[in-house]
């Protein structure tokens, strides 16, 4: 490899590009997952027949963020729950 100017380290540099590509990533989970969240609410207040396919898309890119550690998984538990309390509370009426 090149020699680098002073005050740079290959591990430094190596260590950012990562953190970056670990963001991108992680934010595009997270996008996912507030996608899936609004389209669920949208589907309950107004009573479409998709609801629960929503749902369950939604619990999957729930759990698929909590899996790879970009939201705990007490947050994870606690979005699915109150998406499902949501979603039951459309369907009753």
């Keep these: 490899m090149a020699k680098l100017k002073t005050g740079r380290h290959t591990s430094a540099l190596k260590a950012q590009r990562q953190a970056e590509k670990r963001t991108s990533q992680n934010k595009g989970l997270i996008k996912k997952v507030r996608v899936a969240t609004k389209t669920v609410k949208a589907a309950a207040s107004t ?47």
């Excluded at 698929?64 to 459309?90: C, E, F």
């Design 47 to 93: 009573k479409a027949a998709t609801l629960k396919e929503d749902l369950k898309k939604a619990e999957s890119c729930i759990d698929k963020a909590a899996k790879k550690g970009v939201i705990h998984w007490k947050t994870a538990a606690r979005k699915k729950s109150r998406l499902a309390k949501t979603a039951n509370k459309s369907a009753a009426k």
